[in-house]
C-alpha cells in the first residue's frame, strides 16, 4: 500500500504541476493579445497559443495517468 501511495502522490503532483504550466501559458497568451498591433506581435502571441494547447495536451495526459492509477487503486484493475 505504501508504494502505491507514493504512485499516486507522484502521479497527482505530476498533474498538479501540469495544470500549473497550462495556467501560466494561458495568462502568457492572455497578455500577449493585449499588446500592440504588429505582425511580430501578432506572431508572437500565435505561438503562445500553441504553446498553450500543448500544455493542455499534457494536462489530458497527466489527468488520465493519475485517473487510471487512481482507478487502479480503489477498483484493483
Given at each position: 500500500m505504501a508504494e502505491n501511495q507514493e504512485e499516486l502522490?507522484?502521479?497527482?503532483?505530476?498533474?498538479?504541476?501540469s495544470v500549473d504550466d497550462w495556467i501560466a501559458a494561458?495568462?502568457?497568451?492572455?497578455?500577449?493579445a493585449s499588446v500592440t498591433h504588429s505582425v511580430a506581435?501578432?506572431?508572437?502571441?500565435?505561438?503562445?497559443?500553441f504553446r498553450e494547447d500543448r500544455k493542455r495536451r499534457d494536462v489530458i495526459c497527466k489527468k488520465r495517468l493519475y485517473e487510471d492509477a487512481l482507478r487502479r487503486e480503489f477498483f484493483d484493475f
Open positions: 502522490d507522484r502521479l497527482q503532483a505530476d498533474y498538479k504541476k494561458i495568462r502568457e497568451e492572455e497578455a500577449l506581435e501578432v506572431d508572437k502571441w500565435e505561438e503562445a497559443g
